[in-house]
């Protein structure tokens, strides 16, 4: 079921770089930072991850799922994501994902 919804995020991303080229992902990456963080703290925690995901399509995702999304970006334990969290988790996540059929072929 986890990794169901991993691959709906992933795949989230992939579009988004094919529709927007990567400086333009990148423009979305921080736009998207924006949207999902805690206008007070200026930081995404998973109160504002909750509030804000629905805004960038991402409103079926469970608390659960949420959190370890925040979890596995959070590199300095502090329980949220500041602005390079999130794009090193958004960038890790893309690289990862086998990107041309001669990889996925691959075996
Ligand atoms: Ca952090």
């Known amino acids: 079921m986890a990794s ?5 995020f992933e795949e989230f991303f992939s579009s988004m770089v094919e529709k927007l080229g990567t400086q333009g992902f990148m ?9 999902l963080m805690d206008g007070e703290k ?5 109160e504002s991850l909750k509030r804000n995901s629905a805004e960038l ?6 608390d659960d799922e949420l959190r ?8 300095d334990g502090d329980g949220s994501l500041n602005q390079m969290e999130f794009l090193a988790t958004s960038i890790c996540r893309l690289r990862h994902r086998p ?3 001669v990889a996925a072929g691959k075996t």
């Open 42 to 46: 200026g930081v995404i925690t998973l």
């Open 4 to 8: 169901k919804n991993k691959v709906v």
């Open 99 to 101: 990107s041309s059929p």
């Open 57 to 62: 399509g991402l409103g079926g995702m469970s």
């Open 68 to 75: 370890s999304m925040l979890e596995e970006g959070d590199l």
């Open 27 to 35: 423009d979305e990456l921080c736009n998207g930072f924006r949207v």
